[in-house]
């Protein structure tokens, strides 16, 4: 019901700015709850930001001073700002969305994009 589209991405020297952007197409229902994940090569998938149904933005205290999530309404779209990207923050990113009666139930989203790639250099 939902496809996630995502966006930006790219190659980054360290101190750099990227912004990703995540267009859901279909249901508003199944992407009233939106995050961003990320997977650093050779780790596990890790959330790192969230918006609630009610717009409530969320970032991962690590991340909290450099990241900020966003959503467009009209546009059905969730961004990531990222600043002062590290090599660290290097790895895929993705967006995910589901409705969120269904994500509390089943503790996840269902919906994911294809993913995007951030590569930080030194």
């Known amino acids: 019901q939902v496809q996630l589209v995502q966006s930006g991405g790219g190659s980054v020297q360290a101190g750099g700015s990227l912004r990703l952007s995540c267009r859901a197409q279909?249901?508003?229902?199944?992407?009233?709850?939106m995050g961003w994940f990320r997977q650093a090569p050779g780790k596990n998938r890790e959330g790192i930001a969230a918006?609630?149904?009610?717009?409530?933005?969320t970032v991962t205290e690590s991340l909290r001073s450099r990241f900020t999530i966003s959503k467009d309404y009209a546009q059905n779209s969730l961004y990531l700002q990222m600043s002062g990207l590290q090599p660290e923050d290097t790895g895929m990113y993705y967006c995910?969305?589901?409705?969120?009666?269904?994500?509390?139930?089943?503790?996840?989203?269902?919906?994911w994009g294809e993913g995007t790639q951030v590569t930080v250099f030194s």
């Open positions: 279909g249901s508003t229902y199944y992407s009233s709850c």
């Open positions: 918006i609630g149904v009610d717009g409530t933005p």
């Open positions: 995910a969305a589901d409705a969120c009666a269904q994500k509390l139930a089943n503790g996840g989203y269902q919906y």
